[in-house]
């Protein structure tokens, strides 16, 4: 996706960055730059997880989500998408990150070949143990 930017602010003596349609200040614009290298670096994560666990290319997006609070991450029925808790990975480390990723996969790959992806489906406990993936996430 392209970010279009251009200068304002001449008044204000601020610099402002138009980015996606909205004017946001330039300090957010360079922490939306770092924030598509990290979340670069986390799709090829869980494309990596998804060959190397389930045998399946993972064609969808892998992003953070900061409004998540209580969770470490979540599967988008209608998209396909999976989020992710950044919380978790700063607070917990890679590996706890890795666990929900596979714990995501786990719904997507289900939900795509029509077999049970919910939390109580027979299809969905087994998956877990197959690859390794942690039931539920308990914020500590």
């Given at each position: ?88 990975l700063e607070e917990h480390g890679r590996e706890e990150l890795i666990g ?41």
């Amino acid at each position: 996706m392209g970010i279009a930017h251009s200068s304002f602010g001449r008044n204000s003596g601020c610099t402002f960055n138009v980015c996606i349609g909205e004017i946001v200040p330039f300090e957010v614009f360079i922490e939306r730059n770092d924030l598509i290298e990290r979340e670069k670096e986390l799709q090829q994560l869980t494309e990596h997880i998804s060959q190397q666990f389930f045998g399946k290319t993972f064609r969808h997006q892998a992003v953070f989500n900061d409004r998540l609070k209580t969770t470490g991450g979540r599967y988008l029925l209608g998209t396909h998408n999976i989020e992710l808790n950044r919380r978790y990975l700063e607070e917990h480390g890679r590996e706890e990150l890795i666990g929900i990723i596979k714990h995501e996969l786990c719904h997507y790959h289900l939900h795509l070949e029509g077999k049970g992806y919910q939390h109580r489906d027979r299809d969905f406990k087994a998956l877990l143990k197959q690859v390794g993936a942690p039931r539920f996430f308990v914020h500590r």
